[in-house]
């Protein structure tokens, strides 16, 4: 069984750390009916709600073959087919949305802000294989060391034509924040204990990522660029260092009880909670200079 899973930041894929998934919600294992009397019917894991959503996107229908609790998901792992010695986990969370994509989130732990904090929550190891000149280090390989994640890490990550047959860039060419791309759904692993995984991204016919593709579209969204450069940016931890102000803020939430803030209750307790909840404070900023 595979995990279907998108993303809009295909150069992410071989950095996939984990899968989310929402322990409320309820998924189910689906084959499209078209391929039902093939040999080797493939079957897949997406979340109810969006069975109708995937139907409308690919122009297949879906056959449900069974029902699973988000809940059944718990300490499942999943086999990728980037890195098939490793066993990856999957991770209930509550950002994984049922109104788009397929329930099951795509998740690199030092390329998002919400990837990050869960590995911290979850105790789990952050590393950044992409360094400050925005190319992947040696850890990923000769075919990856040392290329731009954007440009031609990319294009090798999702390698060979783009979707379109028109002369249409790529994301990282783009000027626009608003770029329109060509995407698309593919799955990537196998899986250890239940499904595998889907990945949405930007170029078809992949090398890498062989015949892992289940459908590719257009699709128009939005990208974060530099105002003063006017190029795409990316998401990357590093170590910095930061100064630890919860011992202080404690204290602070525990004198600010003996003073009375304005006449209104409600407010004073909001500030004092926001006193009490402040995060470290960073020694530096990094900041670009182009």
Known sequence: MFREIWTTTPWTL????????????QYVAVSF???????????????????????????????????????????????SCWHPELALPMLAADHVSMFKG???VH???????????????DNYKVESFVDENGCYTRHMGP??????????????VLRNSFCSTSAQKPVAYLSSPYAKVSAIICYIANVLSMPALTYFGIFSDLLILKKDVV?????????????RTNKPVIIRSSAQWF????????????????IQIGNDESVAVV????????????LAIRTYYP
């Not at 990856?144 to 440009?151: R, S």
């Not at 100064?243 to 004198?255: H, P, T, Y």
């Open 215 to 227: 459908h590719k579209w257009k699709y128009r969204h939005s990208y974060p660029y530099d105002w």
């Open 14 to 25: 071989p950095l996939n750390n984990a899968i989310c998934f929402s322990s409320e919600s």
């Open 102 to 104: 397929t329930g099951l």
């Open 33 to 79: 009916k078209d391929s039902l009397k093939a040999p080797i019917t493939e079957v897949y894991l997406i979340a109810e709600p969006l069975v109708s959503s995937v139907t409308e996107i690919t122009g297949r229908a879906l056959a449900v073959i069974s029902h699973f609790k988000g809940k059944s998901l718990l300490g499942k792992q999943y086999k």
């Open 271 to 282: 500030r004092r909670n926001r006193i009490a909840s402040i995060e470290p404070i960073r």
């Open 143 to 156: 075919s990856l060391e040392n290329k731009e994640v954007l440009t031609a890490g990319q294009q090798e």
């Open 243 to 258: 100064f630890d102000v919860s011992s202080m803020s404690k204290r602070a939430a525990q004198l600010a009880r003996s």
């Open 107 to 121: 998740t690199s732990f030092a390329h998002g802000f919400i990837d990050y904090n869960i590995a911290v929550s």
